[in-house]
């Protein structure tokens, strides 16, 4: 069965630090991903996203993902995090077939920020 | 581009109540889909519309939630009754084609 698996439940950086935050899937057939940020009392904001193509995507706010297939891995990366970036991040795997489009999200990673 | 509306932001009902939850999608986007997020867990899908058809609803609890999407533009999702364990956020996407879903803000819902 379609699984994604986020192994960090939540995770502390300093402002300034890098981040990656972990993501892993269980898919058949080549997977479309994504990585969603949701803030408190908010929606889920869309990131990123990978259907094809070059395996190193660029998102908003300076994230990016890289899908690993030997890995079955889409790591959500940002070389300098800032104190807006606490908030909770999603990874999902899009299983599309005929008019089907349905998101499988993982758990999610709660991502806290010290000054 | 408006994004995806959603009402209401919050409701408190006690259990076997009804509630009701509306969504209007973006504009031009004909799918539109209805999320159940539970504290601590990712949204799990609960119904599909591919225009004003049903395209999934493999997840949807016949026997309490019902939805519809009459002229294929917004929708409403309903439970009656409702349970403790309804007490979630509910999510509406929309998306146009294989593309991304949007998200709207969600309604929490809270069920004493």
């Known amino acids: 069965a379609q699984s994604v698996t986020q192994p960090d439940i939540h995770i502390t950086v300093s402002e300034g630090a890098s981040l990656e935050l972990r993501c892993n899937y269980s898919?058949?057939?080549?997977?479309?991903l994504f990585w969603y940020v949701q803030s408190p009392g908010q929606g889920l904001q869309l990131l990123l996203k990978?259907?094809?193509?070059?395996?190193l995507v660029q998102g908003i706010k300076g994230f990016e993902a890289e899908f690993k297939r030997s890995q079955s891995s889409f790591n959500l990366r940002k070389p300098s995090v800032h104190w807006s970036d606490a908030a909770e991040y999603f990874c999902?795997?899009?299983?599309?077939?005929?008019?089907?489009?349905?998101?499988?999200f993982g758990t999610g990673t709660l991502l806290a920020v010290q000054p | 581009e408006a994004g995806v509306a959603q009402s209401p932001r919050y409701k408190i009902i006690e259990k076997r109540q009804s509630v009701a939850f509306w969504c209007n999608p973006i504009?031009?986007?004909?799918?539109l889909y209805w999320y159940q997020q539970i504290l601590g867990q990712g949204p799990k899908l609960l119904i599909q519309?591919?225009?004003?058809?049903?395209?999934?609803d493999s997840q949807l609890p016949k026997d309490r939630f019902s939805a519809e999407r009459l002229k294929g533009v917004d929708s409403t999702l309903k439970i009656q009754p409702a349970k403790l364990e309804d007490s979630a956020v509910y999510l509406c996407?929309?998306?146009?084609?294989?593309?991304?879903?949007?998200f709207g803000p969600g309604t929490r819902l809270t069920v004493l």
């Open positions: 996407a929309s998306s146009s084609g294989t593309s991304a879903q949007f």
């Open positions: 898919y058949g057939a080549t997977p479309y």
């Open positions: 990978y259907f094809s193509g070059d395996t």
């Open positions: 999902a795997v899009g299983l599309y077939g005929g008019a089907t489009n349905k998101l499988i």
């Open positions: 504009s031009g986007h004909a799918t």
């Open positions: 519309f591919q225009n004003n058809g049903v395209v999934d």
